[in-house]
């Protein structure tokens, strides 16, 4: 059974940094994506940004620039680093995986396994 934990998240100010962790258990196949979503009240989960076991990546246009994701495919842990944060960033952010080659899809639909999630919170 694939779980995924997240942690990371927290209260910061606007122009402040975080980073999220995700680590992986239970992945048992070396081709895999980890994607970072995120949703705020009231709005829908959106695909931010997305990891291959290759490295290969892909982001949102609201966060390219600014949020930065990795991966220690050994440890099977996923980060996202998140620099010069916006109150529009503020949401429940979570880790889901798929095993699945090529490009990160950013659509929700396409993982089979989540995080509980981690809040952020971010003040102007």
């Known amino acids: 059974l694939v779980q995924l934990a997240e942690s990371g998240g927290g209260s910061v100010e606007a122009g402040g940094s975080l980073k999220l962790s995700c680590v992986a258990s239970?992945?048992?196949?070396?081709?895999?994506?980890m994607t970072w979503f995120r949703q705020a009240p009231g709005k829908e989960r959106e695909g931010i940004a997305g990891?291959?076991?290759?490295?290969?990546?892909t982001y949102d246009e609201s966060v390219k620039g600014r949020f930065t994701i990795s991966a220690d495919n050994a440890k099977r842990y996923g980060y996202l680093q998140l620099n010069s944060l916006k109150p529009e960033d503020s949401a429940m952010y979570y880790c889901?995986?798929?095993?699945?080659?090529?490009?990160?899809?950013?659509?929700?639909?396409?993982?089979?396994?989540w995080g509980q999630g981690t809040q952020v919170t971010v003040s102007s």
């Open positions: 990891i291959d076991s290759e490295g290969r990546t």
């Open positions: 889901a995986l798929n095993r699945a080659r090529g490009l990160p899809a950013l659509d929700a639909r396409w993982y089979d396994y």
């Open positions: 239970g992945v048992t196949y070396n081709e895999y994506w």
